[in-house]
């Protein structure tokens, strides 16, 4: 008999927010298209009652791209840090659907089982284009959002995925490696396809063993299907009032003047920052101002 994982549930006691462990089932595969996949996720436990924070990682990411960013802001605010695996990504169960439609579903799922009536939500790229469509779908349930580097229009750069995952496809390594060789062979299999080493060092982090092999654990498969969705997003015309920020890269060009009527007209209660010397991964580059830029965002009403 499987052994299901646990599930931690949150809960307002004593007055502070307390957990408690709930039997609960995580979908490995083949989720039918309506129905959400159980997410994973990590805590980190905030010593007040504060509306909890909820980050959701960009495409080829995970939760774990957000682990020190969320132990500062534990310790910055006193809040309770959620960061989450979106489907077809980490430890998250795998489907073949992958529409900002179905991952906001998932995402709802999850903070209906965590019992968080609202949160406010930090998404990054793909994460940052699922936490606007959370938001338009369920305003109750999102108190403040965080869009990071990334816009309600079409994406700029469709272009280079299919060469990173052909480049993923290709690569080759024994089972009998231990992690850090397969790792640095991996490495080497991808560099004449990927020039950019910390692009190279983010798609690794996918390289996983497990039933005694290398795998990524990404759903290559289902992204590079859904490819189309996920460069776009959906139409809505109701608007999110809550209070919005807009927080890109300098050097990026996921923000820029041509994006600002949308983010203006799906989100008039919105400002738009950027932070300097910052490309894409603006967490990662610029941590320090990216943590000052969401602890100043949460003090605004």
């Known amino acids: 008999m499987m052994m299901m994982p ?22 490995d595969s083949g989720a039918a298209e309506g129905r959400p996949v159980d997410l994973s996720y990590n805590l980190l436990d905030g010593r007040n009652t504060d509306t909890p924070l909820v980050f959701l990682h960009g495409l080829l990411g995970s939760k774990s791209n957000f682990y020190s960013i969320a132990k500062g802001l534990v310790q910055r605010t006193g809040r309770t840090v959620v960061t989450v695996d979106s489907r077809n990504h980490g430890d998250s169960g795998h489907s073949p659907v992958m529409t900002y439609e179905a991952m906001s579903c998932d995402l709802q799922n999850l903070l209906d089982k965590l019992e968080l009536p609202k949160c406010i939500l930090i998404g990054h790229s793909m994460g940052g284009k699922t936490a606007m469509t959370m938001a338009l779908h369920w305003p109750g349930m999102v108190e403040k959002l965080v869009v990071v580097d990334i816009s309600p229009n079409r994406s700029v750069s469709r272009r280079v995925f299919p060469d990173y995952f052909a480049a993923m496809k290709a690569v080759t390594v024994d089972a009998d490696w231990p992690r850090s060789t397969a790792r640095n062979r991996a490495e080497q299999q991808l560099q004449p396809f990927i020039e950019d080493a910390h692009t190279r060092w983010f798609i690794l982090s ?20 859904n490819m189309e969705h996920l460069m776009g997003f959906p139409e809505f015309n109701t608007p999110f009032t809550a209070p919005t920020i807009f927080l890109g890269g300098a050097n990026s060009p996921y923000i820029s003047p041509k994006d600002y009527p949308e983010i203006k007209r799906l989100f008039p209660n919105s ?31």
């Open 6 to 27: 646990t599930r931690r549930l949150l809960l307002l006691r004593g007055g502070r927010w307390a957990w408690a462990r709930a039997l609960g089932r995580r979908e």
């Open 206 to 225: 996918n390289l996983v063993e497990r039933n005694g092999r290398y795998v990524w654990r990404v759903n290559i498969e289902a992204v590079t299907n």
């Open 271 to 301: 400002i738009i920052q950027h932070v300097p010397e910052a490309g894409h991964w603006v967490h990662a580059e610029k941590p320090h101002d990216f943590i000052n830029a969401i602890c100043a965002f949460l003090e605004t009403s």
